[in-house]
């Protein structure tokens, strides 16, 4: 059985490739939002049609972007949904909230000093964690009944 993860949130840091690197040998396939800023920023109207107001323009490409996610979170077993300490990632806000009202298994990740601004998107989760190592120990766990070795 493959466990099809959506990996979401925050854009600005490496902690995707730490989860996919540590998932290696792990049953898994994962999705994830076009990371590319000013792609997902300017995909409306680039396939669309130019916008000279900045709500039109933003608007267009959140409803092109909504097409991938949504598709990406109804296919996912688990959603995992990174808030980052730089930006306000109100998409992720949305893709925790959308995928606890899809049932999705939800893991959360995100600093500790975040704990209580998050703390309704938390009583959602099944699981919050604070680093992607964290997130691979719960995927190996779930996928192969294995715990993390007590460091000697």
């Known amino acids: 059985m493959t466990m099809k993860i959506y990996l979401s949130g925050e854009i600005h840091t490496d902690w995707r490739e730490q989860i996919i690197d540590g998932a290696k040998g792990l049953d898994v396939t994962f999705s994830a939002p076009v990371t590319d800023h000013g792609a997902s920023d300017d995909c409306g109207v680039a396939i669309l049609g130019a916008e000279p ?9 959140a409803k092109v972007n909504a097409i991938r996610t949504r598709k990406a979170l109804q296919d996912a077993d688990l959603v995992v949904v990174r ?3 730089e930006y306000k990632q109100w998409n992720a806000a949305f893709d925790a909230g959308y995928a606890a009202a899809l049932a999705k ?8 000093e975040h704990g209580h601004a998050l703390k309704e998107v938390h009583a959602a989760a099944l699981a919050v964690t604070e680093t992607p190592a964290q997130v691979v120990a719960i995927l190996r766990y779930v996928l192969t009944g294995d715990l993390p070795r007590a460091e000697s």
């Not at 107001?53 to 490409?61: M, S, T, Y």
């Not at 298994?105 to 500790?112: A, E, K, W």
């Open 53 to 61: 107001n900045k709500f039109w323009h933003d608007h267009k490409g």
């Open 83 to 85: 808030f980052g300490t």
């Open 105 to 112: 298994s939800l893991v959360i990740l995100n600093p500790p």
